[in-house]
Each structure stands twice: as structure tokens, then as C-alpha cells.
């Protein structure tokens, strides 16, 4: 019993002598301190001031330059058509053939009225002649003169309406042959060979298109309307010499039309249902591409902007307020927090006109993870080519306005 007592109490002491010593080097090894944080990463662009070419885009329709529907302008029966339907057809090119036979026959009758209203005023003319002299010797009254005087007016004005009637048998007998009152494309025909027309009917033989040049309409807002307005007083839309405004065209494809026009009125007043007012354009349309009822987009030049700062969207972020914020690296590495005032959407960019300046250094990633004061570490990035802003988005407004980098 003794001696087991012992061992325990030696074991005991054993460890409390372990436990000691490791105590014992613990205060003995020195602290480690610790080093300051990792700065954060964030990529950034530096911003350049360059000329920027500005333009509105305004969607738009096509529509004819002149549209021409031809009707009869006399009674009869169709005997031929003269024409391919769709095929382009001259000013004054002829249609249709109605039956001319009636018509002929009446510039017979008016032909032959008048041949017999001018022997009647020949005999009334020699009656006169002979009455004057006798009158003179009494041996006519001068009741039988005046009465030979009368006839021969009579006579004359039986001439001038047989003349009359002959012109109009030989407008009718013309009106035959139906003609087309403008050069264009015709459409396909409403009758055939054998169809009874009536005259100033209501159904239109043929319809034939005036495309070159074309008309497109477009319907923007009286706001829209007036900035163009105050943009061309101040010189900043360009004109031609005749004073109308050039402008391009997109197509419903994406392509761009290859001529160019030019903008041509736009109406005196404003609608009060929708607030928009209709400007019209007028483009060559040599090849025929467009046809009426395109939608398309005109592009209108503005003007240049000298100094203009793109910045990528993905740098710009709204406050509470909604307000454009964007945050930049300071020449001493601090993040610096900038209000902007953003003009529009040019694709992937907005135009800055206040807050940002060139050579800042706009962070375009990692915003998230930074704030204003926080020193960080700036790596210089370059965008894509495909986010230059040659193919703009088109803004909420109906009117897009875009710009791009003007050449140099």
C-alpha cells in the first residue's frame, strides 16, 4: 500500500516539472507582429479628350415621292392593256385602250355641225352684204337688214359652239387612250381586255409609284424638334448650301444606305394627342432598294464636340438619388468618389460633359470593393474594339441621340 502511494506521488511530480518547462519556453519565444493589409486591385481606363461627332437617330418610315392612281376619264370597254405589271413606265407612256369608235363618231357629228354653221353664216353674210347698199336707196327697210344682221351673229355662234363641240369630242376621243400621268412603277392591273370602265369611276386602273427620289417620315417630339432648331441656329447642324440639313440612312437590316439626303420640312403644327411633329427627308433612289413602307432610321449630324469624354458604362454607377457617380485613382493612389453630368448613351459609353477630366483614371472594375480614401492598386486595362462606340444604343426617347469619335 506504501509503495504505491509513492509512485503516484512521483508521478504527480513528474508532470507538474513537464508542465512548467513548456510554460517556461512559451514566455521565452518571441510575439510575431502583424504587417499591414494587401491594397486592393482594380482595373481602370484612363480618360482622353477627343472630338466626338454627334448625331440624333430618328426612326422612321419610307414613302413614296408620288403615287399616281389612274381611273378612266371616259366611258367604254377595255380592248387593250399596254402595259407589264411592275415594270417602270414613262410620263405620258400609254395604259390602256378603251374603245374609241363612239368617240370617233361624235368628232364626226361636231365636224360636220360646224361645216354647216360656217355655209349658214357665209349665206347670212352675203344677205348683208346685199341689204346694206339697198337700205341706202330705200329699197330695203332697214328692219330687213337688222333682221339679215341678226341672223349672221346667229350663225357665227352656231360656228363657235360647233368648234366647241368638236374640241371636246376630240378631248373624249384622246381620253381613250388611258396614259400614265407620271414615270414610275406600276402596279398590277385592276381590269383586263373586255372590262366596261365608267368614267371618274371610284376603282383605280392602275396605280403607278414615283420612287426616285423617295420621302422618309419620321414623328418626334416638339422637344426634340426644338433642340434641332436651336442646334441649326447656332451653327452647330450642318447645311448644305441650299440650306437644308444632309442626312443618312440605316436600313432595316443594319446596313447603311449608300446616298445621302436631305432633310427636307417639317410640319407647322404639333399634334395634341401624341406632342410629335413629322419631319420629312428626301433621298435618291436610283437602284429602286427602297421601297415605300421601309422602317429605317435617319442619322442627323449635329456637330462636333472638341473635347468630348467617353466614359464605359461599366465605370458609372447612380446613388440613392439617381444621380451618376463614378469613382477614380488620384495621382497619389486614393480613390476619389466624382459627380457627373451624363449627355446620352453612345453604346457601350456615356458622354461626360462635367466630373470627369482628361487623363483620370476611371475605375471600370472592382468598384464593389473599394471606397473613396482607400488607397489601391491600379492596373491599366484596355476595352475591346467592339465596345467602341461605332454602333450606338438606341436611348429610351423615340429620338436616339449617338455620337461617335470624329477623324482626325
Not at 38 to 64: F, I, M, N, W, Y
Not at 243 to 251: D, I, Q, R
Request: glycine share 6%.
Amino acid at each position: 500500500m506504501t509503495i504505491r502511494r509513492n509512485r503516484a506521488s512521483h508521478i504527480g511530480t513528474a508532470a507538474v516539472t513537464v508542465l512548467c518547462l513548456c510554460l517556461s519556453g512559451c514566455k521565452d519565444k518571441p510575439t510575431q507582429a502583424a504587417g499591414p493589409p494587401p491594397k486592393p486591385s482594380v482595373d481602370v481606363v484612363t480618360l482622353h479628350a477627343q472630338p466626338v461627332k454627334l448625331t440624333t437617330e430618328l426612326p422612321g418610315r419610307t414613302s413614296a415621292y408620288r403615287t399616281a392612281e389612274v381611273r378612266p376619264q371616259v366611258s367604254g370597254v377595255i380592248l387593250k392593256r399596254l402595259f407589264i405589271e411592275g415594270d417602270v413606265v414613262r410620263a405620258g407612256q400609254q395604259l390602256y385602250q378603251i374603245d374609241p369608235a363612239p368617240y370617233e363618231a361624235s368628232l364626226a357629228s361636231a365636224q360636220a355641225s360646224l361645216m354647216r354653221a360656217q355655209a349658214s353664216v357665209k349665206t347670212a353674210q352675203s344677205t348683208v352684204s346685199r341689204y346694206r347698199p339697198l337700205v341706202a336707196a330705200y329699197a330695203v327697210s332697214s328692219q330687213d337688214l337688222d333682221n339679215a344682221v341678226g341672223t349672221l351673229q346667229q350663225n357665227q355662234a352656231d360656228v363657235a359652239s360647233a368648234q366647241a363641240a368638236i374640241k371636246s369630242a376630240a378631248i373624249n376621243l384622246a381620253y381613250t387612250k388611258v396614259l400614265s400621268p407620271i414615270a414610275g412603277r406600276s402596279s398590277r392591273s385592276s381590269v383586263t381586255e373586255g372590262a366596261l370602265v365608267t368614267a371618274d369611276q371610284t376603282t383605280s386602273l392602275v396605280t403607278v409609284t414615283d420612287l426616285n427620289p423617295i420621302y422618309v417620315d419620321v414623328t418626334q417630339p416638339s422637344t426634340t424638334i426644338l433642340r434641332l432648331k436651336r442646334e441649326l441656329a447656332s451653327g452647330q447642324i450642318k447645311t448644305t448650301g441650299d440650306n437644308k440639313v444632309p442626312v443618312t440612312l440605316m436600313l432595316e437590316d443594319g446596313s447603311r444606305y449608300d446616298q445621302s439626303g436631305k432633310m427636307q420640312f417639317s410640319e407647322v403644327t404639333v399634334d395634341q394627342g401624341t406632342g410629335a411633329v413629322t419631319l420629312r427627308a428626301v433621298f435618291p433612289n436610283d437602284s429602286g432598294l427602297l421601297l415605300p413602307g421601309m422602317f429605317v432610321r435617319e442619322e442627323l449630324q449635329e456637330g462636333i464636340r472638341q473635347n468630348g469624354i467617353l466614359a464605359p458604362q461599366q465605370g458609372v454607377t447612380h446613388d440613392q438619388k439617381g444621380e451618376p457617380t463614378a469613382l477614380v485613382v488620384a495621382a497619389d493612389g486614393k480613390v476619389q468618389r466624382r459627380s457627373l453630368t451624363t449627355d446620352r448613351a453612345i453604346g457601350d459609353f456615356w458622354l461626360v460633359s462635367k466630373g470627369l477630366n482628361d487623363g483620370d483614371r476611371l475605375i471600370v472594375k472592382g468598384v464593389q470593393m473599394v471606397h473613396p480614401g482607400l488607397e489601391v492598386t491600379a492596373n491599366e486595362v484596355k476595352l475591346d474594339d467592339s465596345a467602341a462606340p461605332s454602333s450606338p444604343t438606341p436611348a429610351s426617347s423615340p429620338a436616339s441621340q449617338t455620337a461617335t469619335p470624329a477623324a482626325k
